[in-house]
């Protein structure tokens, strides 16, 4: 195969490679070869199309200034060229190595400049140049790629390669190789191919889930002993994944307090705004403590924050329900109550009063007084004795409703007058009722206050203690 081959062959991916759409501002010019593969004794032929993108009407000067290579127009009158805005034209190319050249061969990519009024553009029309002796088999391999151009980054990518060897020279140990700035996608396998057969190359390729979204270009590159065969691009597209936040719970209680750490993952490969949320409850609610705020959705009670998250990105939230404050609320009521009970009377002294008559003009005469005594606790007591204190303006009447309890003593004094009733005991939960009359010296008209009456009673062998009623206010009109 010799010098020349090697020479040839290093420069095929190089040609394979180059941009076969050129696009400048206000233009378009692509390259179709109908032949470029000659030997210094023939002609290169390329059909050049120029498409006016422009808003306005351009005039377009064909030109080469490689020194090289004969570059001919077919008509010659297509070396300029005028368009309307959305005109297209194609233009015959030959091209041919320069009588003055000394080229050998390789791969080579002769430059058209156009000029226009939107500025230069330079075309390259690549060709390989084969020496005019006879030569040995070079690797011809046709390639067709079936994979999906929209690549999904959740999603599994099949990427076949079919592959044919278009002539006899056995490619025993070709190297098949995937590149690309996808870290996923740069794989490689070597196969052998056969004369003039045909094999299938499939990779499978797990794309990252937070992968940018763009349009990306993978490189399918063939090589043998070292040397590049041949060389194609595919352009592929990652499309935008937006999905709810993953999230991780992790939770620890310590005495009635709940601490929550919750951890929110975009797993999405764009930057993304959402509300999260986390169930809770009314009375959850009340003690937690944190950054979140309460909705309510759906008749369900949540923690919602506002989070951020570029791909990949965790954040972290953390709120206490804490249940101590209830509790030692709780304990306090509790002790309270204990106190009370405990420091409580064990009777209880309800003082009332009724108008039994009136006087002139409304005004009150005689008046009916009612002590309500109960023993609330369950042992009985001893030795109880009620005092109930009149004031100086009535007189207590001496006359007892049938089955109340007869006075023991009547003291007068300036102050007023003085009924002690006596029970030797009162049972348990007893409940006794005390009623006696008093009449006005002088009529009263307007408020008549009864001021505390007094109970003294013994419990077992503990000292006497006391307990007193309520004031009660008649309203005479």
């Known amino acids: 195969m010799g010098k020349h081959r090697l020479l040839l062959v ?12 050129s696009a400048a501002s206000g233009s378009a010019i692509s390259v179709a070869a109908e032949k470029d593969q000659i030997v210094p004794s023939e002609t290169a032929v390329f059909q050049v199309t120029i498409k006016n993108t422009a808003s306005f009407a351009q005039t377009y000067k064909l030109i080469s200034y490689d020194k090289d290579w004969n570059v001919d127009f077919i008509p010659l009158s297509d070396r300029q060229v005028s368009l309307v805005p959305g005109q297209s034209h194609t233009i ?9 050249a000394v080229l050998t061969p390789n791969s080579y990519a002769p430059t058209l400049v156009v000029n226009s009024e939107s500025g230069e553009e330079k075309v390259p029309l690549p060709l390989i140049l084969w020496p005019e002796s006879p030569r040995d088999y070079l690797p011809v391999v046709k390639v067709s790629i079936d994979m999906n151009d929209k690549i999904v980054p959740h999603n599994p990518v099949s990427i076949k390669l079919f592959l044919e060897n278009k002539n006899p020279l056995n490619l025993a140990a070709l190297t098949v190789r995937l590149q690309s700035e996808m870290a996923e996608f740069n794989k490689e396998v070597t196969i052998d191919l056969p004369p003039l057969q045909k094999k299938t190359v499939e990779f499978s390729v797990e794309p990252s ?6 349009e990306y270009t993978l490189v399918f590159v063939l090589e043998k002993d070292g040397q590049v065969v041949k060389g194609i691009n595919k352009k592929v597209e990652v499309i935008p994944i937006i999905s709810d936040f993953a999230v991780s719970v992790h939770q620890q209680t310590v005495f009635l307090k709940h601490f929550f750490e919750l951890n929110f993952t975009n797993k999405g490969n764009v930057l993304n705004t959402q509300e999260v949320k986390y169930p809770t409850t009314f009375w959850s609610s009340l003690f937690t403590q944190g950054e979140g705020r309460t909705i309510r959705e759906e008749g369900k009670r949540y923690l919602a924050w506002q989070l951020t998250l570029a791909p990949a990105e965790t954040a972290t939230l953390r709120f206490v329900v804490n249940y101590r404050l209830l509790f030692y609320l709780l304990l306090l009521v509790a002790a309270l109550g204990l106190f009370y009970w405990k420091v409580r009377s064990p009777v209880l002294l309800t003082k009332k009063a009724a108008t039994a008559h009136h006087g002139e003009a409304g005004t009150l005469s005689e008046l009916k007084i009612t002590l309500e005594l109960a023993n609330r606790t369950s042992t009985p007591l001893k030795d109880v004795s009620i005092t109930d ?5 009535v007189n ?7 089955g109340t309890l007869r006075p023991k003593e009547i003291n007068h004094s300036k102050h007023g007058t003085k009924v002690t009733w006596s029970l030797a ?8 009722i005390i009623t006696y009359k008093v009449r006005a010296k002088l009529n009263i008209l307007g408020t008549f206050s009864l001021p505390r009456a007094a109970v003294e009673y013994g419990k077992g062998k503990r000292r006497k203690s006391k307990a007193y009623s309520n004031i009660f206010r008649v309203d005479v009109e």
Do not use: C, M, N, W
Not at 389 to 393: C, R
Not at 396 to 402: F, G, T, Y
């Open 396 to 402: 207590v009447e001496r006359s007892l409703d049938l």
């Open 425 to 432: 005991e009162l049972d348990a939960h007893e409940h006794r």
């Open 10 to 21: 290093g420069g095929i991916f190089l040609l394979l490679v180059l941009p076969l759409l």
């Open 92 to 100: 015959t190319v030959r091209v041919s190595v320069s009588p003055t």
């Open 389 to 393: 204190v009149v004031p100086a303006i």
């Open 209 to 214: 889930e937070v992968q940018q979204p763009k």
